[in-house]
């Protein structure tokens, strides 16, 4: 079964550089969730997006930011990257809900700021 | 969202049932109660989740407190590819990540 797709898998940036992360949700998924996990800490939302509007805002920089297109796919960009931005960066899709179905995640991208 | 509270880690046998707590006594009435678990440098993967009552599935059961403010995630025979971090998420949409259960499954 298809899953959720994060591109790239690994990403090697420079302070203040920018980077794009891109998520490709299981097909039919029109909620897409972008979370942030840093060395030895938990996942931390950032942002949701429902049929390519902004459903709900975690603790995003205002450094980041992101958007979901017509395709349903996302896209975080991140900018002015600084030491601490270095995490784990993961996409979760689902099915709209009122939290009554799962999140599918996918293998996440690995950022590392130099 | 409403807070969990979960012991940081539990040990295991392999081939024995596991049983990992969680306390929600601030749950709201449109909460569902989600379980999830994450092996090192994966996604979070999705194992269960329920309303008011009981559910299995072919990864595990939960068992839900009649007055809701507990529950439990059951794993019927651990294995030791069941090693991971067990969060157990309160959520009507967004879920939130809290200090999960670390599993650990001995030989």
């Known amino acids: 079964a298809a899953g959720v797709i994060q591109s790239p898998r690994h990403l090697i940036k420079e302070k203040r550089e920018t980077a794009t992360l891109k998520c490709y949700p299981i097909p039919r998924h029109d909620t897409v969730y972008w979370y942030q996990q840093g060395p030895g800490q938990d996942p931390q939302f950032l942002i949701s997006f429902y049929e390519k509007m902004q459903s709900d805002k975690g603790s995003i920089p205002d450094r980041f930011s992101a958007q979901q297109f017509s395709d349903y796919h996302s896209e975080l960009n991140m900018s002015s990257l600084e030491l601490g931005d270095s995490a784990l960066y993961f996409c979760?899709?689902?099915?709209?809900?009122?939290?009554?179905?799962?999140?599918?995640f996918g293998q996440g991208t690995r950022l590392t700021v130099v | 969202d409403a807070k969990t509270t979960q012991p940081n880690s539990m040990e295991s046998n392999e081939e024995e049932p596991v049983h990992l707590p969680c306390n929600h006594s601030?749950?709201?009435?449109?909460?569902?109660i989600h379980w999830y678990r994450q092996l090192p440098s994966q996604g979070p993967e999705y194992v269960i989740h329920g309303l008011t009552s009981n559910v299995n599935n072919r990864m595990a059961s939960l068992a839900i407190a009649e007055d809701r403010k507990s529950s439990t995630l059951i794993l019927h025979r651990a294995t030791l590819r069941d090693a991971a971090v067990y969060y157990c998420i309160l959520s009507y949409s967004t879920l939130t990540f809290g200090k999960g259960t670390m599993l650990l499954v001995s030989p």
């Open positions: 979760a899709s689902s099915r709209p809900s009122g939290g009554s179905t799962e999140a599918f």
């Open positions: 601030t749950i709201s009435g449109t909460d569902y």
